[in-house]
T-cell receptor
Framework: DADVTQTPRNRITKTGKRIMLECSQT?????MYWYRQDPGLGLRLIYY???????NKGEISDGYSVSRQAQAKFSLSLESAIPNQTALYFC??????????????FGPGTRLTVL | QKEVEQNSGPLSVPEGAIASLNCTYS??????FFWYRQYSGKSPELIMS????GDKEDGRFTAQLNKASQYVSLLIRDSQPSDSATYLC????????????FGKGTLLTVNP
């Protein structure tokens, strides 16, 4: 079984709709991240969470919100989707433990299309 | 603004050759450096991490780090068509902040 899972894997929605992307991990990591990837722009950080009570904005958080329901679950919401939020979204995790090498491990991604 | 720069490519090499991928970074206090491989439409996959100046070898892959020049590279020996992918350089400034800054990636094509 995959260590980091994302649902849905693909989603097509309309402008103005609320969308939630979910991420779950079995790696036991404390830190979780949401990125979006656009052609030519690379990976950009949307939000990150270092533990259940810690949520931080990344470089492109406008139009997004997150919820850290448990150590293993981190959800990304688009309150009112717009076409320029069409992108590939990745969840990632990393370890804060004493042997941490701060390596981030990525989920399989969600391809979101906003019409 | 912390920046990580990579040549976007495409870099094209023949099968069996050495592919050399380069990355420069702007934050002098950066401590951790990573190379990820990403196939089209797939998630980034960690290939190498390097923390100290010098070379680190893992199979056909060698990462090289020069902190004085703020430069990190990835060499792929005996390149195979299956190595064709986008290679992402990522840099972490360390401390309590484990956020990575990614370059935009270099597209590598290995021709049979």
């Amino acid at each position: 079984d995959a260590d980091v899972t994302q649902t849905p894997r693909n989603r097509i929605t309309k402008t103005g709709k609320r969308i939630m992307l979910e991420c779950s991990q079995t790696k036991g990591h404390d830190r979780m991240y949401w990125y979006r990837q656009d052609p030519g722009l690379g990976l950009r950080l949307i939000y990150y969470s270092f533990d259940v009570k810690d949520i931080n904005k990344g470089e492109i958080s406008d139009g997004y919100s997150v919820s850290r329901q448990a150590q293993a679950k981190f959800s990304l919401s688009l309150e009112s989707a717009i076409p320029n939020q069409t992108a590939l979204y990745f969840c990632a995790t990393s370890d804060l433990g004493p042997t941490s090498t701060d390596t981030q491990y990525f989920g399989p991604g969600t391809r979101l299309t906003v019409l | 603004q912390k920046e990580v720069e990579q040549n976007s490519g495409p870099l094209s090499v023949p099968e069996g050759a050495i592919a050399s991928l380069n990355c420069t970074y702007s934050d002098r206090v950066s401590q951790s450096f990573f190379w990820y491989r990403q196939y089209s439409g797939k998630s980034p996959e960690l290939i190498m991490s390097i923390y100290s100046n010098g070379d680190k070898e893992d199979g056909r892959f060698t990462a090289q780090l020069n902190k004085a020049s703020q430069y990190v590279s990835l060499l792929i020996r005996d390149s195979q068509p299956s190595d064709s992918a986008t290679y992402l350089c990522a840099v972490n400034s360390g401390g309590s902040n484990y956020k990575l800054t990614f370059g935009k990636g270099t597209l590598l094509t290995v021709n049979p």
